[in-house]
């Protein structure tokens, strides 16, 4: 969807930042949103205020509400992924096996 | 100065606390409200017990828990184990749509700074009993599903066997982040992030959550 989006967009944007937690995929406040999103997936209340603030700083607190309510949606969907055995078709593999490898994500237990 | 918070975002929030609080097809409001607090307990624990360990020795609030906390380690084997001993698929589908009806009002709460909610009383009644009319295994998730399975993605059909926590899903999905008809477009955005941006919020917290999917 990242990929997708940026490219519509006019500005395709770098997966390593999804895939490492750093950098900023080329987008504005990029840093700040994979910070905040690190931030949040983590149980460093801290680290999480920090990144907060971060974010609100570069971006005000409007986006940073948005940017937690879309976190709190990927809080969600993942666990509907992962609570229902959820996987994709056999005719994406080919598709999936380069955005994989991109990603890192290919050794987790919830690939299927 | 604190921002508002988006008054279709917090309604959506309040009526998913509300659903977890009212009876469910299978299960009535004190029970959910129970698996709701082992799940609140397994995303907020400072120091949780390792995925293999059930901390309630009760299989309902243990899938609670580890779905909460852990959901990146749950397998087909472990799902096929719980149900072996003794728990109804569409009972894990139930547990499943409370956890998720749990888990974002209290992400949402913790990643801004607010204060985190509480759940509504419970209302009394017997479990609802509404299922889809027809169910059918699926290839593209362990659980049954709406028939006819795999027609559309597996996310889409995965809570499609209990309409009513399919329902509040998707209604939390369209305020937190965008509806079915919004998806399509590749631009669209709230205002503040853009498209591009929403997604990269998105796919970091993914994959901190090592979701394949």
Known sequence: ?112 | MTSAIRADLAEAHRQSLQHVASPGARLDAERRLQIAAAATQGYLAAEPPPPWVRPFADPALDVAFRLARYAGTITQEWYEQVITEGMHPLEWVEIVGIVVATVPPLAFARAAGRALPEFPPSVAGQPHGREAAELAPATLNWVPVAAPADTTASVVQALSALPGEWDNMWRLAAAQYMSDAQMVDPLWNRGTLSRPQMELAAGRISRVRECFF
């Open chain 1, 1 to 112: 969807m990242l990929s997708w989006s940026s490219i519509e967009s006019g500005t395709p944007a770098d997966l390593a930042a999804i895939a490492e937690g750093e950098g900023d995929a080329g987008l504005p406040h990029g840093a700040e949103i994979v910070a905040f999103a690190e931030a949040i997936g983590g149980w460093d209340d801290a680290a999480l205020a920090s990144a907060r603030a971060r974010l609100v700083g570069v971006a005000g607190e409007a986006f940073m509400l948005d940017a937690a309510a879309v976190v709190a949606n990927f809080e969600m969907m993942t666990r509907v992924a992962d609570g229902t055995g959820a996987r994709f078709p056999a005719d994406t593999a080919a598709f999936r096996t380069d955005l994989d490898a991109r990603l890192d994500i290919g050794g987790f237990t919830s690939a299927r």
